[in-house]
């Protein structure tokens, strides 16, 4: 499951697109901090819920 979210997060990056991730559980959570991903694609870009995933984006569009 690892190898696909860096894949979707490299693809993501080639084609210009900002990954936000909403209300990752604690496991998960622990399993891409171990593997470096949460630095990978910035600890800013996981929202705890959707409202402030959305917000989040709204930051990143410079709204």
Do not use: W
């Amino acid at each position: 499951a690892m190898n696909s979210m860096v894949a979707l997060y490299e693809r993501c990056q080639k084609n210009g697109v900002t990954l936000i991730l909403s209300h990752v559980n604690e496991q998960p959570m622990h399993v891409m901090e171990k593997a470096g991903f949460v630095d990978m694609i910035g600890r800013d870009h996981f929202c705890p819920n959707i409202e402030a995933a959305l917000d989040h984006a709204d930051e990143v569009l410079g709204k």
